[in-house]
């Protein structure tokens, strides 16, 4: 059973940033792509940005120039680091891959970021 397990979500100012991880418990290489998904309250879970497994990167226009998704293989983690933080990211982020067998998707279990001040 593959397992992605994400970590740094928080509270934190507008203007401020996060770095947020995601763990997988197997190669990351074997992913096809991976990524992070948002979802707000009351809103459906939105695609964020996104990882190929030959390190092409995507990015919804709402957060292009102040996010950046990165991974590092030898520690099977993708990461998502957030500059300039707005009210309106404040969200459940999931991690995401799709891999085999078969282009199965898996998900984290999400963790909360919230951008208050």
């Known amino acids: 059973q593959v397992q992605l397990v994400e970590s740094g979500g928080g509270l934190v100012q507008p203007g401020g940033s996060l770095r947020l991880s995601c763990a997988a418990s197997?190669?990351?290489?074997?992913?096809?792509?991976m990524g992070w998904y948002r979802q707000a309250p009351g809103k459906q879970r939105d695609l964020v940005t996104t990882i190929t497994s030959g390190g092409g990167t995507s990015y919804v226009d709402s957060v292009k120039g102040r996010f950046t998704i990165t991974r590092d293989n030898a520690k099977n983690t993708v990461y998502l680091q957030m500059n300039s933080l707005k009210p309106e990211d404040t969200a459940v982020y999931y991690c995401?891959?799709?891999?085999?067998?078969?282009?199965?998707?898996?998900w984290g279990q999400g963790t909360q970021v919230t951008v208050s001040s």
């Open positions: 197997r190669s990351i290489s074997s992913f096809y792509v």
């Open positions: 995401y891959g799709n891999g085999p067998p078969l282009h199965k998707d898996y």
